[in-house]
Every structure is written in structure tokens, then in C-alpha cells.
């Protein structure tokens, strides 16, 4: 088992897709780490992705967060909303470096999210508590504005 070691997390902006608002972010081992490419590629999935549904298909508010995140083994893609106003709904997605056009969906069979990207749920997680769940009035553009990087 090789030991942790801190990797970069940063947001990036904010994507509309049709009627939803998705924050981006990006995790990588190096500082370098420009997800443009494959970007470019996950941009033209993402409408069809947000229409997945899970056995318990809640309501939800049209908004998201992505976190794309470039591991040792390839590029996984995990898009996540909140459904029921407190569940989180994911799907995760695996693109090989070599080919930056494929998306295969690897959720469903168990597989849940890395300690890195774990980082960013739980800010999201803090972020719908402080701003939906226990606000007087639930506040989204707050919730959108309130995202999370870290250099290390």
C-alpha cells in the first residue's frame, strides 16, 4: 500500500447544461493537471448523464457538482447531485489517458468515491447545510458561489 500524499483540488467554474448549474472540479497528483481535453469531450455526455436515474429518484434542484479527477489509472468523472434534499445521487465514470473521448460508467456495482474526492463532498455536503438545509431561506446562488481548492 503506498502512502497518502495531499493532491490538488481545485474549482474551475461553473458549467449550465440545459436548465441544471454543475460546479466543476478538478483533482490531480501534479499542478499541471489542465483538464481541457477531456473536458471538451465529458461537456457533449453531461446533458445525457443528469437524465441517469437510481431506484430512488428523488426530487432535486437542478444543480450539481463534478469532480474530474486524473488518478493513477485514468481520468474518473463523478457527477453527483442531491436528491431528496439531503442524498446524494453519483455516477462515476472512467476515461482511459489513452483515449480521452470514452466514458464507462464503473458506479452501481459498489464502487464509491476516492479519500480525495471525498474532500470535495464533504465541502459540497457543508456548503448544503449552511446553505439550504439550515438557512431561513434556502439560498442557491449562495450554494453555487461556495466552492473549495486546496494547493499542497
Not at 436548465?19 to 478538478?26: A, E, G, S
Not at 450539481?64 to 481520468?75: K, N, R, S, Y
Amino acid at each position: 500500500m503506498s502512502r497518502y500524499k495531499e493532491r490538488y483540488i481545485r474549482f474551475q467554474r461553473l458549467l449550465p447544461i440545459g436548465d441544471w448549474q454543475v460546479k466543476l472540479y478538478t483533482i490531480s497528483k501534479t499542478p499541471d493537471f489542465r483538464p481541457t481535453e477531456v473536458l471538451k469531450h465529458l461537456q457533449h455526455q453531461l446533458a445525457d448523464w443528469l437524465k441517469l436515474e437510481n431506484g430512488f429518484n428523488a426530487e432535486h434542484d437542478h444543480i450539481a457538482f463534478l469532480i474530474v479527477h486524473a488518478g493513477t489509472e485514468g481520468i474518473f468523472s463523478l457527477l453527483n447531485w442531491w436528491v431528496g434534499s439531503n442524498m446524494l445521487n453519483t455516477h462515476i465514470f472512467f476515461t482511459p489517458y489513452e483515449h480521452l473521448s470514452k466514458f464507462e460508467r464503473i458506479s452501481g456495482e459498489g464502487l464509491a468515491p476516492c479519500i480525495w474526492e471525498l474532500e470535495v463532498i464533504e465541502h459540497e455536503r457543508q456548503a448544503l447545510i449552511k446553505h439550504i438545509l439550515k438557512a431561513e431561506k434556502a439560498d442557491f446562488d449562495a450554494y453555487l458561489a461556495d466552492s473549495f481548492s486546496k494547493v499542497c
